[in-house]
C-alpha cells in the first residue's frame, strides 16, 4: 500500500504543471509516504522475526530465501 501511495505521488508530482506553489507541496508531502513505508516495513520485519522464531536484521529479512507467504 506505501508503494502505491508513493507511485500516486510520482505520478501526481510529474504530471501537473510546476509551479513553485505545487513543488513546495509535494516536496511536504513526501516525508508522509516515506513514514507510512518505513511503518510498514518494520511491521513486516516484526512479523518475519515471530514467524522465523529468531531475530533478525532488516539485512537478513531482505536477503532471505524464505517464502513471502506463511504455510
Do not use: D, K
Not at 51 to 59: C, D, G, H, S, Y
Amino acid at each position: 500500500l506505501a508503494c502505491l501511495f508513493l507511485l500516486a505521488w510520482v505520478h501526481a508530482a510529474l504530471s501537473t504543471r510546476w509551479t513553485t506553489s505545487r513543488m513546495v507541496l509535494s516536496v511536504e508531502f513526501l516525508p508522509f509516504c516515506v513514514l507510512f513505508f518505513l511503518v510498514g516495513f518494520y511491521n513486516a520485519l516484526l512479523n518475519f522475526q515471530i514467524r522465523a522464531r529468531r531475530l533478525v536484521t532488516w539485512r537478513a529479512y531482505l536477503l532471505t530465501s524464505a517464502s513471502f507467504w506463511p504455510r
